[in-house]
């Protein structure tokens, strides 16, 4: 069990990126019948959803195909052909890397770290998955044009500024409180 260590403002950095990404996503909700359609091509039954990755039970839906990558959105968005069901641990695991990486790496809680069984079988329902839902990532940029790209992402530079000036104070702060004798 680990204890507690020092909060960080600045250490959230990523969870601001992922936000902005996620703001400007668009999201195809799926029909009943795009569903059962993944789930036939996963070889998974309505009543009983597995994750695609280990088999375990699904709690949550992944994305197959990342929606951010070096801090910096792929075009990739959310519609049933970028999602499969998934696992905690698995989506967890994965976070933005590319699935076919991920599954057989040595990644913490990845299926391959876990033994996973039927990993191969596994690895091609998701290549055949990938294969019948192919999408070209979009050119966001492009899109929406220069000019309001520049200014979304200059308010994500901002903020991210915003976070390290406060994390400055709190460092400080912590300083003060520390050594006020009060501890």
């Excluded at 959803?49 to 280990?54: D, E, G, V, W």
């Excluded at 959105?73 to 905690?88: A, K, Q, Y």
């Excluded at 040595?106 to 596994?122: D, H, I, Q």
Aim: glycine content about 6%; proline content about 7%; some cysteine.
């Amino acid at each position: 069990m680990n204890m507690p260590g020092l909060g960080s403002i600045t250490g959230h950095t990523s969870s601001i990126t992922n936000s902005f990404v996620g703001a400007i996503i668009p999201v195809i909700d799926p029909t009943e019948a795009d569903i059962a359609e993944a789930l036939a091509i996963l070889n998974m039954l309505e009543d009983d959803i597995r994750c695609a990755y280990c088999g375990d039970p699904a709690t949550e839906w992944d994305h197959l195909r990342p929606l951010v990558r070096d801090k910096q959105p792929t075009g990739h968005i959310s519609e049933i052909g970028n999602l499969v069901p998934c696992c905690g641990k698995c989506n967890q695991s994965k976070g933005n890397k590319p699935w076919r990486e991920w599954i057989l790496s040595n990644a913490r809680m990845s299926p391959a770290t876990r033994n996973t069984p039927g990993l191969e079988a596994r690895i091609h329902r998701l290549t055949t998955y990938e294969q019948t839902r192919p999408r070209k990532p979009l050119n966001f940029r492009a899109l929406v044009g220069e000019e309001s790209w520049a200014v979304y992402w200059q308010n994500h530079s901002n903020l991210v500024a915003a976070m390290k000036k406060s994390q400055e104070a709190a460092d400080e702060l912590r300083r003060m409180i520390q050594n006020s004798g009060a501890i």
